[in-house]
């Protein structure tokens, strides 16, 4: 079965940057694109982007690029996503969710969210 | 960019039908799939319903979902309300370049 299983919570100062990975398993890494989506405290879901972890080709919302950069390891079957120069509004929980089956940009498989604080 | 909307808020009675809508702004509903997720308070979301009326493998019945042209409109429809159906659902979909979120509907089952 598909497993996505990301790292732990982080607290991180104003400026700073954070990494989170996801681990994946039970499927085909290098298949499906990994999509990064964020959840503000009592907020929705806000997108950020994706990484083919095939090619590392990525696609980030245009509200992100400049300070996200997403990154694979293949050997490993981990993405990550690093988000820099942060500020308190970026507090959220961070989760990477894998596509569907030839349509990329259908999120599907949801990891079980990181949160990360910023605050001073 | 193109947005979509849906109700803040719906409550409806255990064994009742209540249906979330989710209102493309511009560009088809047709023209890409939409997708919906459950979220309980503090899990991650779950698919309940993908490319517009399909279901995986575990949700049970009472979930559909369909698209409407003439109003540019996806919903998700749940019959037979269960207390457990209580939570945040949020539509989904895309153009080329870019994933959209709706702004998520809390469903309260009373």
Same mark, same amino acid.
């Given at each position: 079965?598909?497993?996505?299983?990301?790292?732990?919570?982080?607290?991180?100062? @104003?400026?700073?940057?954070?990494?989170?990975?996801?681990?994946?398993?039970?499927?085909?890494?290098?298949?499906?694109?990994?999509?990064?989506?964020?959840?503000?405290?009592?907020?929705?879901?806000?997108?950020?982007?994706? %990484?083919? @972890?095939?090619?590392?080709?990525?696609?980030?919302?245009?509200?992100?690029?400049?300070?996200?950069?997403?990154?694979?390891?293949?050997? %490993?079957?981990?993405?990550?996503?690093?988000?820099?120069?942060?500020?308190?509004?970026?507090?959220?929980?961070?989760?990477?969710?894998?596509?569907?089956?030839? %349509?990329?940009? %259908?999120?599907?498989?949801?990891?079980?969210?990181?949160?990360?604080?910023?605050?001073? | 960019?193109?947005?979509?909307?849906?109700?803040?808020?719906?409550?409806?009675?255990?064994?009742?039908?209540?249906?979330?809508?989710?209102?493309?702004?511009?560009?088809?509903?047709?023209?890409?799939?939409?997708?919906?997720?459950?979220?309980?308070?503090?899990?991650?979301?779950?698919?309940?319903?993908?490319?517009?009326?399909?279901?995986?493998?575990?949700?049970?019945?009472?979930?559909?979902?369909?698209?409407?042209?003439?109003?540019?409109?996806?919903?998700?429809?749940?019959?037979?309300?269960?207390?457990?159906?209580?939570?945040?659902?949020?539509?989904?979909?895309?153009?080329?370049?870019?994933?959209?979120?709706?702004?998520?509907?809390?469903?309260?089952?009373?």
């Amino acid at each position: 079965q598909v497993q996505l299983v990301q790292s732990g919570a982080e607290v991180k100062k @104003p400026g700073a940057s954070v990494k989170v990975s996801c681990k994946a398993s039970g499927y085909t890494f290098t298949g499906y694109y990994m999509h990064w989506v964020r959840q503000a405290p009592g907020q929705g879901l806000e997108w950020m982007g994706w %990484i083919n @972890p095939n090619s590392g080709g990525t696609n980030y919302a245009q509200k992100f690029q400049g300070r996200v950069t997403m990154t694979r390891d293949t050997s %490993i079957s981990t993405a990550y996503m690093e988000l820099s120069r942060l500020r308190s509004d970026d507090t959220a929980v961070y989760y990477c969710a894998r596509s569907r089956l030839g %349509i990329t940009m %259908i999120v599907h498989y949801w990891g079980q969210g990181t949160l990360v604080t910023v605050s001073s | 960019n193109f947005m979509l909307t849906q109700p803040h808020s719906v409550s409806e009675s255990p064994g009742k039908t209540v249906t979330i809508s989710c209102t493309r702004s511009s560009g088809s509903i047709a023209s890409n799939y939409v997708q919906w997720y459950q979220q309980r308070p503090g899990s991650a979301p779950t698919t309940v319903i993908y490319e517009d009326n399909q279901r995986p493998s575990g949700v049970p019945d009472r979930f559909s979902g369909s698209i409407d042209s003439s109003s540019n409109s996806a919903s998700l429809t749940i019959s037979g309300l269960k207390t457990e159906d209580e939570a945040d659902y949020y539509c989904q979909s895309y153009d080329s370049s870019n994933v959209v979120f709706g702004g998520g509907t809390k469903l309260t089952v009373l």
